[in-house]
């Protein structure tokens, strides 16, 4: 499977930014999806963004004006400016990639997640 691996999380006070990236091990033929999901303690997994082939964005509207979702093709990276965070934003974060490639066919990968904590 292609193999997805996040950055950028942290410790960040209330009102901070971060800048999460998640980088592709290949390219993959087709996309159908980008997306950015996160888990709090104790809670059940949320999607926050996502990104179309085209480069259409959704998000939940508990991140919309904060958070944006934007896809670098040359370099497989996606990436989840998030600013103005507040506490409960707090939570691990997970990048997850859908489509279809060459050398895998179907792709529906996971990364293994970076924990973003905001916290005074």
């Known amino acids: 499977q292609v193999q997805l691996v996040e950055s950028g999380g942290g410790l960040v006070q209330p009102g901070g930014s971060l800048r999460l990236s998640c980088t592709m091990s290949?390219?993959?033929?087709?996309?159908?999806?980008m997306q950015w999901h996160r888990q709090a303690p104790g809670k059940q997994r949320e999607l926050v963004a996502n990104i179309t082939e085209s480069g259409k964005t959704s998000y939940v509207d508990s991140v919309k004006g904060r958070f944006t979702i934007s896809k670098d093709d040359a370099k497989k990276t996606m990436y989840l400016q998030m600013n103005s965070l507040k506490p409960e934003d707090t939570a691990n974060y997970y990048c997850n990639v859908v489509g279809w490639s060459l050398r895998f066919g179907d792709v529906d990968s996971w990364g293994k997640g970076t924990l973003v904590t905001v916290s005074s």
């Open positions: 290949e390219s993959i033929l087709r996309l159908n999806a």
